[in-house]
């Protein structure tokens, strides 16, 4: 059975639900053999259990729904709040250890932290560009900060 938090960059298992657009297409492509740098995937699953475990979910859904959506002032203040809201959050601890595992696998390459999300890179609409990327990223503390980062900047 995969590991529900991180798949292997060439993983059978990526699919657009679990990685994301970006993400399964990284996977199929070092399947088929491209020369993909290594690295893994960090899935959705990880992203919900900081959701959670951070009670976001109905603070995000309760300040978006207060938000007026036609007042562009407004919607970046709540980006930002919200942004706040993540950055404050913590990692759960059976997260935790599944990504510090995956990256010391790595044994200190730097690496890319970027988005994927499941409504992006479809064959309809595409979001390229929308949410952070973080290039050059060593060590573990700026690892973690990068994914946080990155998971906040869909809001």
């Known amino acids: 059975m995969p590991d ?44 919900r259990a900081f959701i959670t475990a951070n009670a976001l979910q109905d603070k995000i859904l309760h300040a978006v729904a207060a938000s007026p959506a036609d007042d562009p002032q407004a919607l970046h203040d709540l980006s930002d709040r919200v942004r706040g809201w993540f950055t404050k959050g913590s990692i759960p601890p ?11 696998d790595l044994e200190g ?25 973080f290039l050059n990223v060593i060590g573990e503390d700026q690892f973690l900060t990068a994914l946080v980062s990155c998971w906040s900047s869909l809001w």
């Open 4 to 47: 529900p938090i991180i798949l292997p960059l060439r993983s059978e298992n990526a699919n657009l639900s679990n990685a994301g657009g970006k993400g399964a297409n990284l996977a199929y492509l070092a399947q088929a053999g491209f020369p993909v740098p290594d690295g893994f995937l960090v899935t959705t699953e990880a992203y």
């Open 94 to 104: 059976q997260v935790i250890s599944h990504l510090k595992q995956a990256y010391a």
């Open 109 to 133: 390459i730097p690496v890319a932290v970027r988005s994927s999300a499941i409504a992006e890179d479809l064959p309809d609409a595409s979001f390229a560009g929308q949410q952070d990327t």
